[in-house]
Structure formats: structure tokens, C-alpha cells
Nanobody, 121 residues
Framework: EVQLVESGGGLVQAGGSLRLSCAAS????????VAWFRQAPGKEREEVSC????????HYADSVKGRFTISSDSAKNMVYLRMNSLKPEDTAVYHC??????????????WGQGTQVTVSS
């Protein structure tokens, strides 16, 4: 069974940091693009960041560029999102998603349940 499980969310003060983790089971990340999305109440889902396995390239939304860093550990089959300088507007449920063709920005095949990130002012 293919599964993505996020962890690492929580409550943090503005300016603080969190690291989200996305663990895969049932497949390996080596050939998959993996993205982090977020959705806040009343807002559209936003693709925050993506990492492509073909060349290790990373992509970021303008709203998080310079503050968030996506990385992967193929040995552990994990993808991480390091979030620094957090702002209240970063508050959302964060989901990871995987795309089997290895292409960021395409339709994603697998999704996790999400982890809540709350940033207090």
C-alpha cells in the first residue's frame, strides 16, 4: 500500500522554525517528484515547494523563497521541509504529495493526510 505520512507540525511563535517530514512507504522517492502544499481555512491550496529527483532541482513559491528549504534523504525515503522565519500567514495544514513521473508542477499521484502548522504573532 502506498502511503505518505507527514509529521513535525505544531505551534510556534513568529520568527521561529519547524521541520516537517514526509515519510513514504510502498514506493521509493528516487523516481518521484515530491512537493509540499499548504492550505489555510478559506484559502486555495498552494504549492509551497517541490524537489525533482532527476537533477535534485528545487522549486519554491515566492511567498516562502529564502525562508523554506526542501531536501530529501533517499536512504531513509524521506523528504523534509525546513521552515525558518515563520510568519502568522504560514499557518495552514501542510501536505506532502508525490508525482510518479518525477516532474514538479504536474498532477500528483499520492497525498498525505497533512500536518497542522500554527504560527502565533
Amino acid at each position: 500500500e502506498v502511503q505518505l505520512v507527514e509529521s513535525g507540525g505544531g505551534l510556534v511563535q513568529a520568527g521561529g522554525s519547524l521541520r516537517l517530514s514526509c515519510a513514504a512507504s510502498g514506493f521509493t522517492y528516487d523516481d518521484y517528484a515530491v512537493a509540499w502544499f499548504r492550505q489555510a481555512p478559506g484559502k486555495e491550496r498552494e504549492e509551497v515547494s517541490c524537489i525533482s529527483p532527476a537533477d535534485g532541482s528545487t522549486h519554491y513559491a515566492d511567498s516562502v523563497k529564502g525562508r523554506f528549504t526542501i531536501s530529501s534523504d533517499s536512504a531513509k525515503n524521506m523528504v523534509y521541509l525546513r521552515m525558518n522565519s515563520l510568519k502568522p500567514e504560514d499557518t495552514a495544514v501542510y501536505h506532502c504529495a508525490a508525482e510518479s513521473g518525477g516532474n514538479c508542477g504536474m498532477g500528483y499521484d499520492y497525498w498525505g493526510q497533512g500536518t497542522q502548522v500554527t504560527v502565533s504573532s
